[in-house]
């Protein structure tokens, strides 16, 4: 296993389903807390961490939303940006499309162009510093009304240089893709390309609903969609790319355990699944442990963990040539191992 360890390690990769809110650790939110003097109903770090078990998504929303609080000013946003890429520089990701939740800071009162001014100083840094490319995302918030993306997607107008595409997250029962239809077309208009959550929690209805309301580029989970036949040999068809995060499925109850991980049958069927994070300071792992959790579970040789490295960069907003240039390099790192 220790061979299988070492080959994710320095396997090249992109990292396509990442919240940055998520990748707050509790050392950084206690830190911002005492900066910010934002109360926070933990006395020390290890209170924050055994808070971490949740039931469902909801659960977890609540906490993660709680936790954003001590994020106020734009070096919050930048010291938590850089750390998530530093981080990830040494599980030796390449490229990152990164999401934020803006309605999450602005309807505290937090200035939008703080958060972005945070953000992309420390994603341009990383650049420089670390050699990773990166796209920023913001997410509509699905709990909210439709009305409400309409004002962020308003706000966010002086920033779209900024932004690779939009996306939908949040609590997704009960908040189906077609809510949100109207605002999708709008930002399709501005050039930006297209995400949503689907079939993390909700039904494989939502995933079709992404598709062919919303006009998605990528799915963000899409676990559910193995329930239809025809949505599965669509998104085969389609090669439309799943943001696959098995650790975030475990410590969320979308599957009981590992080995119940729908992520080979998704291989096995052609799918193009890729392996990411989702909220790594709060499901207890980066991308490589993710990597490595799933293979081991699931038994994933090299040959499926180059299968999905590739996908991670086939299904990025990156374009052909740098597609290529990713490809090559995941080659070249997997024939030093034969
Ligand atoms: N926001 C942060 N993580 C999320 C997830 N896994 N699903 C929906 N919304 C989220
Ligand atoms: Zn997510």
Redesign the pocket.
Known sequence: MDDLRTFISGLPKAELHL?LE?SLEPELMFALAKRNQVDIPFADVEEISAAYNFGN?QDF?DI?YQGANVLVSEQDFFDLTMAYMKRVHRDSVAHVEVFF?PQTHTDRGIDFGSVIGGITGALKKAQGDLGITSKLIPCFLRHLSEEAAFEMLESAEPYLEFFGGVGL??S?MGNPPAKFEKVFKAAKDKGLRLVA?AG?EGPAAYVWDALDILHVDRIDHGNRALEDEALTARLVREQITLTV?PL?NLK?CVVKNLGDHPLRRMLDLGLCATINS??PAYFGGYINDNYLAVAQALSLGRAQLVTLAKNSFAGSFLNDKDKCEHMSAIDRYAERFN
């Open positions: 919240h998520g998504l929303l993660y939740d997250d949040s997704e959550h993390e995060c975030s969320l989702d909220d």
